[in-house]
């Protein structure tokens, strides 16, 4: 593995071990730190703030902020919102004001940028926000009238985001702005496909490579000076009107991209095909509820694809069961040979082993995970969520060689959801999630 491979430094951003969503730009979901959650005891704090909470990052050391949007399906207007947050009350120190989000209900995204700011997308809004009052100090609204999904930072600092667009909702737009002003630079990207993942991003000893996954196809765009081209590798994971969804995000790891498809559930495609993206006439209740059966009848796959054939790509299925679903991307591990899949409609977590040519399934677990997970290769886990038939969404600890259950914790969340686990770098785990957010440690 070459220094490139791993997200362990971060340009572009706030000297932090975790500034942004999937602790890099690469989505390795990889914490340097160990958790050893075997050998200590769980101790959590649950807030119920009533707020769709998606995720949280690190600026200074301890100094954490907690992003969201609210899940105003029908009624109330919509918006943004960014707190600084007290790690062991998980009570707001600061607040922003309510943020504009073009009427649209989607998880956006924050980080913390190299020029000491809080940035946020939502909606079809772009945020700079001040990291000790959390006032606003530049507002944007993004060329595309859409929700956004994802927010990056490039390492020259510059910002990268882009709209979300279902199958033969057109072309979907990549915006690159100044992380001072938060204008636009150059024309915006629209590229010939649709893009419902989050984008992920690599710099190489080439140059910077942005990674997009379309409707059939995945994209990579390479940074050049103001202008982003679209490079000809383009492999193709699905065909049109296939049996099987589209892809959420890529994890760029080992030479390799990796996907899940099966992403864009009905719940998805309801919120996607409204305008304003996730609003009602009247509360839409369980019609977006992630565990509606799939609409397509393809098993969940796991795809590799290496970065220099697009030819050269591998898949398995995991499960096998008709009608798999997901609402969050794969993990690859290196340092264990591994990657890690689930299906998160008919239940099920596996790790792939990928040491060979093949992919080949080490082990499987019964449990039901739907959220963006962590990985801590030094000590071997996996942390990631299980809605549970009882209705509790708990994490659970496992061992990513043997598959071997460490622990599970009740995080108090009744909600499951497709947010974003973060390492807090000290043997603990905040979490996120409709209505609740968590912060769980082990000592």
């Not at 969503?21 to 807030?47: F, H, I, Y």
């Not at 009427?103 to 700079?128: E, K």
């Not at 390799?256 to 409204?274: F, L, N, P, Y």
């Not at 040491?355 to 499987?364: K, P």
Request: include cysteine.
């Amino acid at each position: 593995m070459t220094e490139l491979d791993r997200d362990n430094t971060h340009p572009g951003y706030w000297p932090s071990a975790w500034p942004v969503e999937c602790g890099g730009n690469r989505r390795q979901k990889a914490s340097p730190d160990r958790l050893d959650a075997a050998t200590g005891t769980a101790s959590v704090t649950s807030v119920r703030n009533n707020r769709w909470n998606v995720m949280v990052v690190e600026r200074d050391s301890g100094q954490w902020y907690l992003g969201g949007t609210m899940a105003h399906f029908s009624g109330p207007s919509p918006f943004g919102w960014v707190q600084r947050i007290d790690p062991t009350s998980l009570e707001p120190l600061v607040s922003s004001p309510e943020l504009p989000c073009g009427d649209h209900v989607w998880c956006g995204a924050i980080l913390a940028h190299a020029n000491g700011s809080i940035m946020s997308v939502n909606g079809s809004y772009l945020h700079r926000l001040d990291p000790d009052d959390l006032s606003i100090t530049v507002e944007r609204r993004l060329p595309a009238d859409r929700s956004h999904n994802g927010l990056l930072a490039l390492s020259d600092g510059t910002l990268v985001t882009k709209d979300l667009r279902l199958e033969g909702q057109g072309g979907t737009t990549i915006s690159r702005l100044d992380p001072e002003s938060l204008q636009p630079i150059g024309e915006p990207l629209v590229l010939p496909e649709g893009s419902m993942g989050r984008i992920a991003a690599d710099l190489t000893t080439a140059g910077e490579i942005i990674y997009v996954p379309g409707t059939e196809h995945l994209w990579r765009l390479v940074v050049e000076g103001d202008r982003l081209a679209v490079d000809d590798w383009r492999p193709r994971y699905r065909a049109a009107g296939s049996d099987r969804g589209l892809a959420w995000d890529a994890c760029i790891s080992d030479d390799v991209c990796w996907i899940m498809d099966c992403g864009d559930i009905e719940s998805v495609r309801r919120i996607h095909t409204t305008e304003p993206n996730g609003r009602f006439d009247e509360p839409p209740g369980n019609r977006l509820s992630w565990r509606l059966p799939a609409p397509w009848s393809g098993a969940q796959r796991l795809v590799r694809v290496s970065l220099d054939d697009p030819n050269d790509a591998t898949e398995i299925e995991p499960f096998g069961a008709p009608g798999g679903g997901i609402i969050a991307p794969p993990a690859h591990v290196p340092e264990q040979q591994m990657a890690i899949a689930w299906d998160s409609v008919n239940g099920g977590l596996a790790g792939i082993d990928t040491s060979g040519t093949t992919l080949e399934v080490a082990w499987q677990l019964d449990v039901r995970p739907s959220m963006q997970p962590v990985v801590f290769p030094a000590s071997g886990e996996l942390a990631i969520n299980d809605f549970t038939d009882s209705g509790t969404d708990d994490v659970v600890i496992v061992d990513i060689t043997s598959g071997e259950l460490l622990d599970r914790v009740d995080t108090g969340s009744r909600i499951g959801n497709g947010m974003f686990l973060t390492a807090d770098g000290d043997r603990g785990l905040f979490y996120c999630s409709t209505l609740t957010v968590a912060h769980i440690t082990w000592h």
